[in-house]
């Protein structure tokens, strides 16, 4: 049953952090010099976009699967319509970047309306990458 949401949140940081995203779809913007700048250029090491092929393979260099998410062409699916399940999408390339945006498409779903069994959501930006957590953690 479709619940969505997007959420767009500037976020600057130095040093060699990692994007640890558990995410559908991402694209990561860069804002310029100016703040009213508008032009978004996409990092193509930072983005995920339709068709979802190779994400979470060797092959593909730029992206591991954690726990229960599975790779599907046209959606990343994080976990199962079952609680106490983790998945997560976490980039390999350091995000070097020191002003940037995120902004993400995702959608919840399960068997029923009173049935949605997902523990929560969150979006990590981590300085060591496939560490588990909880989605309440800090």
């Not at 498409?105 to 588990?132: C, E, S, V």
């Amino acid at each position: 049953m479709g619940a969505r949401g997007r959420r767009r949140g500037k976020m600057a940081a130095a040093g060699r952090w990692r994007a640890g995203l558990a995410v559908l779809a991402v694209a990561l913007g860069l804002g310029g010099a100016a703040a009213e700048q508008t032009e978004e250029h996409l990092k193509r090491e930072h983005s995920l976009s339709k068709p979802y092929q190779g994400v979470g393979s060797a092959s593909s260099g730029l992206w591991d699967l954690l726990g229960n998410a599975m790779v599907m062409t046209q959606f990343i699916r994080l976990t199962p319509d079952v609680q106490s399940k983790h998945g997560a999408v976490w980039n390999r390339v350091p995000c070097y970047l020191r002003d940037w945006e995120l902004q993400v498409h995702f959608r919840i779903h399960g068997q029923g309306k009173k049935n949605l069994n997902g523990d929560g959501f969150a979006i990590w930006y981590t300085k060591d990458r496939m560490q588990p957590g909880e989605a309440g953690d800090t």
